[in-house]
């Protein structure tokens, strides 16, 4: 049931997606917001639409919020490809945006990906009252800016040139903002639209967002390039301090596990309604890309 839920999101999202961008045009850096917004498991979205459903959310709202936050992760990803960044040529396989056009494309089909977010949450469509459409917005802006992924970023570069690698403590903070800010965001969706109690849900995403940063480093080490769609190893190459320098390779994979128990115990008070995002924490600590 989980896999034919998380393809129906992919599906979902990828024709709304075409819908959005239909009118922009054929320009260079629509191609690319296309390009860079294609593919991918599609999670944030799901943990969107699945918060949605638990709160009896009509679809063609929640269809809103789930396209917009990948359109910040596109957005992210691409910023994060940058020869000013982590200087990937690979992404899900494929070559990064500034590779395959060229790096003054690539910012603006960040920036313009990052805008359509703010857009497509902020919607009429996607929600009938409008200060539950400010509220997506401007909680979706605090998990993107300065005090979320783009603070987790801020701190993950810093960290390259520190003089000591980072405690287990500072790594946990840089992970809660640059991976943990938009998967928070997308599980709560859900019941910010239902203007209901978001503390289970926030509890399980915390949870979550941390073992998916884990089952990366576990990743970098295990992984295999081809199947992973990007490049391996660079972490340990760099001599940066991860989960799994830390913790160990079998402390990490404890760990995270751990961290699924904690996030499917936060589930509890919705019953059987939450399968799906019990399933979603299984899966984040079991893929292989």
Same mark, same amino acid.
């Given at each position: 049931?989980?896999?034919?839920?998380? @393809?129906?999101?992919?599906?979902?999202?990828?024709?709304h997606?075409?819908?959005?961008?239909?009118?922009?045009?054929?320009?260079p850096?629509?191609e690319?917001?296309?390009?860079?917004?294609?593919?991918?498991?599609?999670?944030r979205?799901?943990?969107?639409?699945?918060?949605?459903a638990?709160?009896?959310?009509?679809?063609?709202?929640?269809?809103?919020?789930?396209?917009?936050?990948?359109?910040?992760?596109?957005?992210?990803?691409?910023?994060?490809?940058?020869?000013?960044?982590?200087?990937?040529?690979?992404?899900?396989g494929?070559?990064?945006?500034?590779?395959?056009?060229?790096?003054?494309?690539?910012?603006?089909?960040?920036?313009?990906?990052?805008?359509?977010?703010?857009?497509?949450?902020a919607?009429?469509?996607?929600?009938?009252?409008?200060?539950?459409?400010?509220?997506?917005a401007?909680?979706?802006?605090?998990?993107?800016g300065a005090?979320?992924?783009?603070?987790?970023?801020?701190?993950?570069?810093?960290?390259?040139?520190?003089?000591?690698?980072l405690?287990?403590?500072?790594?946990?903070?840089?992970?809660?903002?640059?991976?943990?800010?938009?998967?928070?965001?997308?599980?709560e969706?859900?019941?910010?639209?239902?203007?209901?109690?978001?503390?289970?849900?926030?509890?399980?995403?915390?949870?979550?967002?941390?073992?998916?940063?884990?089952?990366?480093?576990?990743?970098?080490?295990?992984?295999?390039?081809?199947?992973?769609? @990007?490049?391996?190893?660079?972490?340990?190459?760099?001599? @940066?301090?991860?989960?799994?320098?830390?913790?160990?390779?079998?402390?990490?994979?404890?760990?995270?596990?751990?961290?699924?128990?904690?996030?499917?115990?936060?589930?509890?008070?919705?019953?059987?309604?939450?399968?799906?995002?019990?399933?979603?924490?299984?899966?984040?600590?079991?893929?292989?890309?």
């Amino acid at each position: 049931m989980f896999e034919t839920a998380l @393809k129906s999101t992919a599906d979902a999202v990828q024709t709304h997606l075409d819908t959005v961008l239909a009118p922009l045009g054929d320009l260079p850096v629509i191609e690319a917001m296309r390009y860079a917004s294609g593919g991918g498991k599609r999670l944030r979205a799901f943990l969107v639409l699945e918060s949605a459903a638990m709160h009896e959310i009509d679809p063609r709202h929640a269809i809103w919020p789930a396209t917009a936050i990948e359109c910040i992760h596109a957005y992210s990803l691409i910023h994060d490809d940058l020869p000013c960044m982590d200087d990937d040529d690979l992404r899900r396989g494929l070559p990064t945006v500034h590779v395959k056009w060229d790096e003054t494309t690539a910012v603006l089909a960040g920036d313009a990906l990052q805008t359509l977010g703010f857009e497509l949450a902020a919607h009429t469509d996607c929600h009938p009252d409008a200060v539950v459409r400010a509220d997506l917005a401007l909680t979706l802006a605090r998990a993107a800016g300065a005090g979320g992924m783009v603070l987790g970023q801020a701190l993950d570069i810093a960290a390259e040139t520190a003089p000591e690698p980072l405690t287990l403590d500072q790594i946990t903070r840089l992970q809660a903002g640059k991976t943990g800010a938009l998967i928070a965001w997308s599980a709560e969706a859900g019941g910010r639209m239902a203007r209901a109690d978001i503390a289970p849900l926030t509890a399980y995403a915390t949870a979550l967002g941390l073992a998916f940063q884990i089952a990366d480093d576990i990743l970098d080490i295990e992984g295999d390039a081809a199947t992973v769609g @990007k490049a391996v190893g660079k972490d340990a190459a760099a001599g @940066k301090a991860t989960f799994v320098s830390l913790l160990g390779l079998d402390g990490a994979k404890r760990r995270a596990r751990d961290l699924v128990t904690e996030a499917c115990d936060a589930l509890s008070c919705y019953g059987d309604k939450a399968g799906n995002l019990r399933e979603a924490a299984l899966f984040v600590i079991a893929r292989d890309n």
